[in-house]
């Protein structure tokens, strides 16, 4: 004898609940991963962040040409000393300030030194030593991680131009007679140019240095995340459009917003870029947008052969240098040469 048993009916209610239900841990699991991917690249004082994995040493990451500048570093790590700003919305801002070597003071001259992504005031060695030699007055923030209290997110360039507004006015409040030269590397460059182009620059701001900068925060963030992740661009897009949301509620603006290049289209500031031709961070086409949108009467470039992301200053040191004073020079004259002119 057989039993047979009646086979089951699957309903269209039954249906549309597994569907749901697949959705909505579909949704929670996109939620969660863009929280984590959150924490992990705008988050600077998260412990799963790349900032405190980098801090620790559990993140190999790429190195500066700091690193490689001996001479510098001690300078650097043996005269900076800390200065202090309040920003326009009331956070206690911080940044090391060095003096000119004595034996080549310019007054009323600085160059203002704007660090990259999970960069700090320490990458800007090369330079901030540099530009103190030459008889410069060097200020270097801290834009976002351990070196503030307050800062915790990155903004990817928009909050920090913000900061950098607020140091070129502690500049100016310190000696109305500042010439100040903005000089930033990878997001520093973009940061200068996000600041100089959504705001009116006081007559203080003489010219900017833009070394390795990006043309959009959004998709160097996919272009970044495809990098370490290698997953393909339409996740890794999905990805960071998840964090932007979270970024928006946390932050207030969206990473979609921020457009580098409509920035530098408005800057009519004399303008350096500054780019190695074998730069696999940024978009090796970015000094070229950035340059052809430019309005300026005197913009300039210089790609170097060989060099990669901000490693033009050790590539090719001498037409790196040569190339930064020739443009620098023209628009902040050493007391000899004004004292020449005015005779």
Not at 289 to 310: E, M, W
């Amino acid at each position: 004898m057989t039993t047979s048993h009646p086979a089951k009916r699957v309903t269209a209610g039954t249906i549309v609940k597994k569907a749901a239900l697949g959705v909505a841990a579909g949704a929670g699991l996109y939620a969660l991963a863009s929280a984590i991917a959150f924490e992990f690249t705008i988050d600077t004082k998260s412990p799963i962040s790349i900032f405190a994995m980098k801090k620790s040493g559990r993140f190999k990451v790429m190195q500066t040409p700091s690193d490689f500048t001996a001479e510098a570093a001690a300078w650097f790590h043996n005269q900076k000393h800390s200065v202090y700003t309040d920003s326009t919305d009331g956070k206690q801002l911080h940044a090391w300030k060095f003096e000119p070597f004595d034996s080549t003071p310019r007054p009323h001259q600085y160059v203002l030194c704007i660090h990259g992504y999970m960069g700090t005031p320490t990458e800007m060695q090369p330079w901030a030593y540099h530009f103190a030699m030459r008889g410069f007055t060097i200020l270097v923030p801290w834009l976002s991680g351990e070196g503030l209290q307050h800062n915790r997110y990155t903004g990817m360039t928009y909050t920090e131009s913000l900061d950098t507004l607020d140091w070129i006015n502690y500049i100016i409040g310190q000696d109305p007679q500042a010439q100040i030269l903005l000089d930033g590397t990878s997001m520093g460059g973009s940061t200068v140019i996000l600041a100089a182009g959504d705001h009116p620059m006081p007559s203080n701001v003489k010219a900017i240095l833009c070394d390795s900068a990006f043309d959009s925060p959004y998709e160097e963030m996919i272009g970044s995340t495809q990098r370490n992740t290698h997953l393909p661009r339409p996740i890794a897009k999905a990805l960071v459009n998840g964090v932007d949301v979270i970024n928006r509620m946390v932050q207030g603006f969206s990473f979609k917003d921020i457009s580098i290049t409509d920035a530098v289209s408005r800057i009519t500031l004399p303008i350096q870029f500054l780019q190695g031709a074998d730069d696999k961070v940024v978009p090796k086409d970015s000094i070229m947008h950035l340059y052809d949108a430019c309005p300026s009467t005197d913009k300039r470039q210089l790609v170097i052969p060989g060099a990669a992301h901000v490693y033009e200053v050790l590539t090719e040191p001498e037409l790196y240098w040569t190339t930064v004073d020739s443009f620098v020079d023209d628009y902040f004259p050493a007391p000899q040469q004004t004292a020449k002119k005015s005779k």
